[in-house]
């Protein structure tokens, strides 16, 4: 009877399942180490650091938090991490604050100003500036006040004065570097 009652119903084409195509992989370098998106290749770089890949370094930018904190350098220029997608970054390199440090754990020259002038309040602010400050000095290794004064960091626990000297000692080689 139940046998009887079995029939197999035409499937309407639009009710057939289409399987999702098998994404293209998208290979990004990131602090020196390969690692290959397969998800949504319009994901901000900002999201894929800070939930797949960890590195919760580079922080929110935004009205309440501090300008500039998303900073990371792309191919050496510094980029805001919330405004580039993975496709963007396919073949490039980034480098977040993480990546300043050498491998051994000595801290570039200017994470180690920053410490010696002291110039970290509450610390949201300062990747940021750190990668900014490390653009600034490759691009000009002397640089003066109004140089400083023109990245687009903002600091809401006003260090500004503290990280324009710890900049400045930094280009000055005085960073106490072990
Ligand atoms: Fe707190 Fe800059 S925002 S140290």
């Known amino acids: 009877m139940l046998a009887a009652q079995a029939q197999v119903l035409p499937i309407a084409p639009e009710h057939t399942i289409v399987p999702d195509k098998v994404r293209a992989a998208i290979d990004v370098l990131i602090n020196g180490e390969h690692f290959r998106h397969t998800g949504d290749p319009k994901l901000p770089l900002l999201w894929y650091l800070r939930d797949v890949l960890r590195l919760t370094g580079t922080k929110i930018a935004g009205e309440l938090a501090s300008s500039g904190a998303d900073l990371v350098l792309v191919a050496g220029k510094p980029v ?9 970054l396919a073949g490039r390199e980034v480098l977040t604050v993480e990546g300043l440090a050498a491998n051994d754990g000595t801290l570039h020259p200017l994470q180690q100003a920053f410490i010696d002038e002291d110039a970290i309040g509450c610390g949201y602010c300062t990747p940021g500036w750190l990668i900014s400050g490390v653009a600034l000095l490759q691009r000009k290794p002397q640089p003066t006040d109004d140089d400083i004064d023109q990245l687009p960091n903002v600091c809401r626990c006003g260090c500004q004065t503290r990280v ?15």
């Open 80 to 88: 805001p991490a919330a405004g580039v997608t993975i496709e963007q």
């Open 164 to 178: 324009r000297r710890a900049i400045k000692r930094a280009a000055a080689g005085k960073a106490n570097v072990a």
